[in-house]
Each structure stands twice: as structure tokens, then as C-alpha cells.
């Protein structure tokens, strides 16, 4: 039996069926891609968090990453100044991997070409841009989203070992923020910062330093300021320090600690030390171990002020603490009391002793000689010292307490050259010049009126007659008149007479005008010819009593003298 067309047909249909096509598996596998994308970009983003900054130099929304360590850590994603327009806030995609690490400690600051403190940083940024550096703070403190840049640098990473200080100072000099910190001329760390200074003009830095070194920090340990070039004038003359070009350019600061405290624990983080001017007043500073004593001194302590030195036979054992002055109502004067501080390291003086037993020290050494004097330290500079050496010959004097402090005996001393020209001035001012000027004007006035007298014209005048008649005489004999023969022996004896007179007034000029005066000087020669004439006259009278017959001869031998 044959099956119709239809029935073929129909059979044929029930047969085959409805297929399913493979075209469709491509837009279901692209949506299960993009949502695999999807999930696995928006669980692997990290935190938006925005940063606050003065201004938005350099950045770039899209472009400017975010980086720590070299490792880029986030994007900027977008730029818009703040509600106040005083600001420029950064919307930046960090990151999941430092999620954990957005913290309070967490800090950013943007990285861009800086000098500051004798350093260059950022010069990489010269030819990349400007890019936001990141500090990832403490995973255990509280998270945070919201963030204000920093202005600068911090000098400290938050990984970075070591501790940080406080010093207080009464000025900075050129000290700044990344200013070195030296121990024993090696760079251990650095000035982080400071605070505004406060009322009482102090100013206090923050510092940091590294592991191992933070270490070598104790209780006690002294930091100076080694910036620059220090000039000092000491017994060995001109003492140069030159620190290292970086201080001298930024200034720096160091630290060491005495030998006699480096037993002491390490400084904890943020304890606070004094920071002193040099390394001379850092090793001038007393501990808590010091030897404290009152002076008291009547003249004048130009040159003595805090941080003096205190010395023993010319080594110092301490130094000034305190200089002011006071009024005593009882005595109606001013004083000066002097505190002064004695290391009992320095001495080699056991430290913790009992106030008693330093007393009873201080009156043996007092009942020695003992005394406080001010010496010159520093000619150049006028600054003085306190010196406490034994005095050979000194006065009685006493140890005793005023208010808790035990009071050295002082004992002016000649340290000071003002107060020793002082001195000088004040007794020539007592010096009775007047009364000596008068004195000397009735010395002058009396030899004036000796040298005017009668005594002085008589000598004179008689001198003058007895020199006249002399001459006279010789020319008459040199004639060859006779009868002078018979007159010679009284004309000697006048001019004799006239002599002793003229020597007796030649004293009186010679203690009243003096040996060398003028006056003096003309009448020696005067006498002088006077007793030369004399002479000649005797030995004209001899000569003559001998050969009576030359005043017939005459001189030329044989010729008739007279006639």
C-alpha cells in the first residue's frame, strides 16, 4: 500500500524538529565578561579619599599619580576648589593594597623641585611634573578619608627607625627645618621643626634620630648648636671651629653625652633638653648633682654673667648661674649676690654628699684662706671669672647659711682692669696737687729773691772790681810798672775773699734754681775765671819776689820795662 504525499510529508516534519543555534552564545559570553570586569574592577578599586592643598600647581586630574616608595599607589581623579574657594581639594583613588594604611598618621604632600637646609630634592619632577607623595600611617589607629598636604617634607618616614626629641632654645639662629644632627661629626638625624616661640622668647625644636644612634641619647646627654664658625680667645690664643659646609650653610646641631652620665638609661621618646649656645656652655652646664653657693661681692662685676666660669688654681670646676643686684635696707647700700654652681665631677668630689658635710668642707677651706675673687678671663672680651684660691695673709672671715645657701667668703680682687684704672684715677684725685703746687710756687719765689738780692749783686760786683783790678794789674806789669809789685799780695787776698764769698751764693743758687740750671752754670764759669785769675796773680808775686829785676828786664830779655 503506497503512502500519499501528505502522509510523507507529515512524517517528515515530525521527524526533524526545531534546532538550537550557537550565534547566541557570543552576546551571553560578552555580558558574562563585562560583568566579570565589572566585579573584578570594582573589587579590586581601592579607597577615594581627598586631599586638601594650598594650590593645584602641577597636578592633573587623570594624569598625576600618587606614589610611595617609587611605586605609584593612586590616581588623581579629579580637581575642584573647595566650598570657601580658599582651598583646592584632590579627589584621589588609592590603591586597595594601602587601604588599610589610610590612618591619622597618614600624610601626603606634593613632590616638586625644593632647596631647603644646604639639600636639593625633587629635581626628578623637573622633567616628569609634580606628583602627591604618600606616609601610610599606623593599620592599628582609626581610618580616615579626608587629608591636609603637608606644606613640606617630613623630615621622618613613618618606617624609619629611630626617635624623636624635643630642644628648647632661646633662639634659632640659622638653624631650620632638615638642619643636620651630628654626633662626633656624623649625620645622625635631623631638625624636623619647630613651634612659634612662646612669651618667654623660647623656642622649641623637634629632632630626629636614627637607629643605632638614637641609642646614644640619655638622660642627661647635652645639645649645643654647631652652626657656622666659632671664634674663641683662651689661654692658647685664637681657638677656629669650623663645622662641617652643611652646617655652616644650614646650621646644625649636636650632641654628646658626659662621660660620668652614660651609664644613665636612654632619653625616651619626646623628652626635652636644653639646647645651649656652643659646645663650651653645653660642657659648662651643671647636673642635678651640682654644688650650689652664694657670694657675695662689694666692687664691680662688669664682665660676670650667667655662664661664667667658676675655677680651682686655674681649672674650671663650674660656672655662674645667677648675677643680680639687691638692696640691703639694713646697711642702706647695694649688693651683688653671685649663685654660683660647682661640679663635684670635675673635683673629683663624691656627688650626693649632705648639705652639712659640704658646710663643714667649705669653713675648712675658708679657715685655709680660702676666698671668692673676680678674675679677668677674657682680655678682649672683658668677661670675668670667679676664682676660688687660698688668699696667703687673708682676713678672718666665716662660712655661714642664708635661705637654704651656704655663703662663701669674697675678697676684692684685681681682675678687673676698669675697676683698677678706676682705682688709679680715684687716689690721684686724692693726690694734693694743689698744696704741692703751692709749695713749689714759695720754692721758685724764694730763689727768685735770693738770685735778686743784695748778697748775689754785692758777690758779683765785688767779683766784677777784684777781675777789673786784676786786668789792670797785668797790663800795668806787662809795661814794666815796678811799683805794682808791692800791691800784688792784696789784690790776691781780695780776690780771694771775693771768691769764697761768690761760692757761698753759688750754693744758694744751686738749691734754689737747681744744678743744671742756667743761672747756675754761668756763675761757675764766672768763678772759674775768677780762680784762674787768682792763681795768676800769686805766681806773678812769687815770680817777681824770686827775680825782682824782670820789671827792669822786662820780658823780652833785656828790654827795659819801663823807664
Known sequence: MSRTPEAAEAEEARVRGRRFSFVWLVPVAAAALAAYLFYTTYASRGPLVTVTLDDAGGLTAGQTPVRYKAVQVGTVEGIRLSDDLSKVQADVRMAKQVGGRLTDGARFWVVRPRLAAGSVSGLET?????????????????????????????????????RVFALRAEALGSLGRGSPVFFRDVAVGEVLGFDPPGLDGSVKLRVFVRAPYEGYVREGSRFWNASGVGVAFGPDGLKLELASLRAILAGGVAFDTPPALRDQPPAPEGEVFPLYESRDAADAATSSDRLDFLV?????????????????????????????????????????????????????????????????????????????????????????????????DAPPAEVREEGGEIVLPSLDGGGDVVSAVGAIAAKLERFPMEEIGRNLNGVLAAVNGLAGGPELRDAV?????????????????????????????????????????????????????????????Q?????????????????????????????????????????
Open 126 to 162: 623637573i622633567v616628569s611634573g609634580a606628583y602627591i607623595e604618600f606616609d601610610p600611617g599606623d593599620p592599628a589607629a582609626r581610618g580616615r578619608r579626608d587629608f591636609t598636604a603637608l606644606a613640606d617634607p617630613p623630615g621622618v618616614r613613618s618606617d624609619e627607625p629611630g
Open 296 to 392: 657675695y661681692f662689694d666692687g664691680s662685676v662688669r664682665g660676670l654673667s650667667a655662664g661664667s666660669p667658676v675655677e680651682l688654681r686655674g681649672l674650671r670646676i663650674g660656672s655662674v648661674t645667677r648675677v643680680q643686684l639687691e638692696y640691703d635696707a639694713r646697711a642702706e647700700t647695694f649688693r651683688v649676690p653671685v649663685r654660683i654652681a660647682v661640679e663635684p665631677s670635675l673635683i673629683s668630689f663624691p656627688a650626693g654628699r649632705p648639705q652639712g658635710e659640704v658646710r663643714d668642707l667649705a669653713e675648712r677651706m675658708a679657715a685655709r684662706g680660702m676666698r671668692a675673687q673676680l678674675r679677668g678671663g677674657n682680655p678682649l672680651t672683658g668677661q670675668m671669672a670667679v676664682a676660688l684660691d687660698a688668699v696667703p
Open 461 to 521: 760786683g765785688a767779683l766784677s772790681e777784684t777781675l777789673g783790678e786784676a786786668r789792670d794789674l797785668v797790663r800795668k806789669a806787662d809795661g814794666g810798672v815796678a811799683p805794682l809789685l808791692g800791691q800784688l799780695p792784696a789784690i790776691a787776698g781780695n780776690l780771694d775773699r771775693a771768691i769764697g764769698r761768690a761760692n757761698a751764693t753759688l750754693s744758694s743758687i744751686e738749691r734754689g734754681y737747681g744744678k743744671d740750671s742756667d743761672v747756675n752754670r
Open 523 to 563: 756763675a761757675e764759669r764766672l768763678l772759674g775765671q775768677a780762680t784762674d785769675m787768682a792763681r795768676s796773680i800769686r805766681l806773678l808775686a812769687d815770680f817777681l819776689g824770686r827775680q825782682p829785676e824782670a820789671l827792669i828786664r822786662g820780658r823780652a830779655g833785656g828790654g827795659a820795662l819801663a823807664r
